[in-house]
């Protein structure tokens, strides 16, 4: 017995895009639902429960950037972003909202397929042979096959980068992982996007582990080589209330 296809939510205003998108897509044996504005997808990835969202940043009412962020208010879809604009801190602003991926318009549909196949293997592969392993560091626990994270007895939801970003790092806590290396590791040897990229999943997780993000104490920063993560937390630092008259 065949399994269903995996769906694809793609939302473009213009159906030129979106139907050349779909087309092509669908040539590739998935499954493809399309939405004009950023209401309807919202509509389209609480119903259809979507493999993989192409999400155009320019849509004509909510902003392709506030749709990410609300699909990713219960979801850990993976999401590719369309942008026409070539400013670097679209694209930061983009992933920052919980996107995986971006592609600038005009779109080779020929990259865009590959770029969703790798994503897609990406999200549902398991990470390797020590995927059964359950890590626990400190106040963090991740446990491969569950998909699950829990900081400090709580469940916090990442998404699929979000979370081979920190089994990286749980599998190296105490050690330095370069920059370079996690490319590699979590976004692929055929990346080719800028290693900023890095900086902002690195946020992300932040906001999501650590008790005050602006200063971590569980994702260390390692001048001029990349991150590591703590294998137990230093101490806040004291609180000064001056002497006593």
Not at 30 to 56: F, K, T
Not at 188 to 207: A, K, S, Y
Request: aromatic share 6%.
């Amino acid at each position: 017995m065949e399994s269903a296809p995996e769906t694809i939510l793609v939302v473009d205003d213009d159906p030129l895009i979106s139907n050349s998108i779909a087309f092509a897509l669908r040539q590739e044996g998935y499954a493809v639902v399309l939405a004009p504005n950023g209401q309807s997808a919202l509509g389209e990835a609480a119903r259809r429960h979507p493999d993989l969202v192409v999400l155009d940043v320019g849509l004509p009412d909510i902003n392709g950037v506030e749709v990410c962020r609300r699909i990713r208010h219960g979801s850990s879809v993976p999401i590719m972003f369309l942008t026409a604009r070539q400013e670097e801190v679209d694209k930061v602003v983009g992933l920052d909202a919980g996107g995986d991926e971006y592609i600038a318009k005009p779109i080779g549909i020929a990259e865009l397929a590959a770029r969703v196949r790798a994503l897609l293997r990406r999200s549902r592969l398991p990470a390797g042979p020590s995927a059964s392993k359950v890590y626990r560091v400190g106040d963090v626990s991740l446990d491969p096959e569950a998909h699950r994270v829990d900081v400090r007895g709580r469940e916090v939801v990442l998404t699929p980068r979000e979370f081979e970003l920190l089994q990286l790092l749980l599998s190296n806590a105490g050690r330095a992982v370069t920059r370079q290396h996690t490319l590699d590791a979590v976004w692929g040897t055929e990346w080719f996007g800028d290693e900023n990229v890095v900086e902002v999943f690195i946020r992300q997780l932040r906001r999501k582990i650590e008790e005050n993000p602006d200063r971590p104490r569980i994702i260390e920063t390692v001048r001029g080589v990349g991150y590591r993560f703590a294998l137990s937390a230093p101490p806040p630092p004291p609180i000064w209330y001056g002497d006593d008259c």
